[in-house]
C-alpha cells in the first residue's frame, strides 16, 4: 500500500512545493489552508494533471482545535491516517513588538505553533497503531537566534525547535521520528515586502547569494521522510550558510 502524507499550509509557497514533490513520488497527498481555497484547488488539478491520480482537499484552519479535528475525522474516514505529517502552515509579522496587539500576537502563535502541536497530537494515534510513522516541522532561521522587529514570529519558530526535539524524544521508543527544517530565506510571497535596495542587502549577508527555492526545501522535506529511522529530534538550518 502506498504512504499517505498531509500538509498544512499546502496553497502556495513551501508547502505547495512539499505536495507536489510528494505526489510525483507516488504519495497519497492531504492538502490544506485555512483562507486561500481557490489556489489549494489549482494545486489538487496540478497534481491529478502530472500524476493521474487523485489527492485529497481538506480546508480548514488547523491553528484552531475543533477545525483541525475536523480536518484529521475526514483524513480517518477517507484514507484512515497519515504516514506523515509535514507541518507547515505559517504567518509572518513585520514590526515593533510594542505595536503588536494581543490579537496578532495570539493569532500567530495559534498558526504557527498551536497548530503544530494539534495536528501532532491527531496524526499520532494512528502512527503509534501501524509503530511507524515521521513528524516534520517546516521553522525559520529566526527560531534558532531571533530576528529583530519579528519577536512573535521568532518565539513561535523557537516554540517549534522545542517541540521538535521534546516531542522526538518522546516518540523515539514507538519508532516515529520528528525532526524540523529551519529555513532560511527562501523565495516565496512572504518575502515579497522586501525592497530592491533590501533585497540587495540580504544577497550580500547569504554566502550562497540568493534566496533558496521553494523546491530545495521540498527535497529536503523528501529525504528527511526517506532518513534512517535513527535520526530524530534534529533542526536542520537550510539558509546558504547565511546564519
Known sequence: MGQTVLVTGSSRGIGRAIALKFAVEG?????????????????????????????????????????ALGIFSEIERRLGGVDLLVNNAGVSHIGLLQDMSADEWQDLLNTNLSSVFYCSKLAVPYMLSKKKGRIINISSVWGNVGASCEVAYSASKGGVNALTRALAKELAPSNIQVNAVACGAIETEMNQFLSASERQELMEEIPAGRCGDPQEVAQMVYQLALAPSYLTGQVITLDGGWI
Open 27 to 67: 504519495w497519497s497527498v492531504v492538502l490544506n489552508c485555512a483562507r486561500s481555497l481557490d489556489r489549494l484547488q489549482d494545486v489538487r488539478h496540478e497534481i491529478e494533471e502530472r500524476t493521474g491520480q487523485a489527492c485529497l482537499v481538506c480546508p480548514g484552519d488547523v491553528g484552531n482545535y475543533e477545525q
